[in-house]
């Protein structure tokens, strides 16, 4: 039972000005920390080290994250992360692991955390949309009404899911009170042109966010509240699905 439940994945994000972080050291002295902790380890799997910030899915003994989690929370500027960690019976087969990216430990040195493309140049994910706590995110995609319940003048609901269109077929969010949207794009990348395209869907709409763990709909509701006024009022799943199906497993 014990060596079922010895191995685990850890993923997590932050965002932060890496260019104050370590010194002065900036980009090149996390990505060398993140280098040296993860081979330390003996921990597996893709880190981006971005300008604005790191980006991780780590696989490895369970003990061996949860070190990495914590030295990682020790250092100053990333504070407050949400680890998720979870169990795994392991790998399946070496074709899966192979193409899953868990054979071996791949850090890249990027400029953004999640790529957005040109046309979000300039998007800060500090002017996010209001998060949700799985709790408050599946009452108000029941029910379809405001933060303030019933009381509140009734707005259309609509859900877009920031996902890529290879994860949105295994499943989405769907309610009777709200219109989901499925941009089925391919890359992260093709989502400012879909919003750019699709902003009369949008508009003075409640919009309700969600991707898999957080860290897409952090830019991605951002560069929907740039349009303006009309698009303000947008909200978006804390954690992401992860953290939702913890809140609702069945």
């Known amino acids: 039972f014990f060596s079922f439940f010895s191995e685990g994945v850890l993923l997590y994000y932050k965002y932060v000005d890496v260019a104050k ?33 790191l980006n991780a899915t780590l696989g490895g003994p369970m003990g061996k994250l949860r070190e990495h989690a914590r030295q990682l929370g020790r250092l100053e500027g990333f504070d407050r992360i949400d680890f998720k960690l979870q169990a795994s019976a392991g790998r399946l087969n070496e074709a899966v692991e192979l193409e899953s990216g868990f054979n071996a430990l791949s850090i890249q040195l990027t400029k953004e955390v999640v790529t957005m493309g040109p046309r979000a140049v300039g998007i800060r994910p500090e002017n996010c949309a209001t998060h949700l706590k799985p709790r408050a995110f599946h009452d108000m995609l029941a029910a379809g009404e405001g933060e303030g319940g019933k009381g509140e003048e009734e707005e259309e609901v609509v859900v877009v899911d920031v996902r890529n269109i290879y994860e949105s077929r295994i499943g989405r969010f769907t309610s009777e009170n709200a219109q989901t949207l499925v941009p089925a794009t391919r890359t992260f990348s093709e989502f400012p042109k879909w919003i750019d395209t699709h902003e009369n869907a949008l508009r003075g709409k409640k919009i309700l966010m969600y991707c898999t763990g957080g860290v897409r709909c952090e830019k991605a509701s951002a560069y929907i509240k740039s349009k303006g006024p009309a698009f303000e009022n947008c909200f978006q799943l804390e954690g992401g699905i992860q953290r939702y199906l913890e809140a609702f497993p069945d």
Request: net charge neutral; hydrophobic share 40%.
């Open 21 to 53: 972080c370590f010194d002065g050291g900036g980009r090149d002295a996390l990505f060398e920390w993140m280098k040296a902790n993860c081979k330390g380890l003996g921990l597996v799997g893709r880190v981006r080290v971005a300008e604005d910030g």
